[in-house]
């Protein structure tokens, strides 16, 4: 007799949940935050930060969400500070280093 193979059953794939408005607002958060460092950041950064906030919400997303959080935030610090320094709100020995 001839031993009997066992073969295993039919692969099952795990189902995906469906985009939802915070994944939606993860991906627009990133994106804005990196094309606001780039032009216009005046407008995208700020909607950087609050879209990559509300979409921090999603388990799915929240790598991007916090990858667009501190992109938000960095690009901000940097615009203020420039915006200061050229205004000569800021004392030349603050920000000599940086620029």
Do not use: E, H
Request: glycine share 10%.
């Amino acid at each position: 007799m001839m031993p009997v193979q066992r073969y295993p059953g039919p692969l099952s794939f795990r189902k995906q949940k469906p985009f939802t408005q915070a994944d939606l607002c993860t991906v627009l958060g990133f994106t804005s935050a990196v094309m606001g460092c780039f032009w216009g950041s005046v407008l995208l950064l700020p909607l950087g930060l609050v879209t990559s906030v509300l979409g921090y919400r999603r388990d799915r997303t929240k790598g991007l969400a916090v990858a667009g959080i501190v992109i938000s935030v960095i690009g901000l610090l940097i615009k203020v500070v420039n915006i200061l320094s050229q205004a000569v709100y800021l004392p030349p020995w603050f920000t000599n280093g940086i620029w």
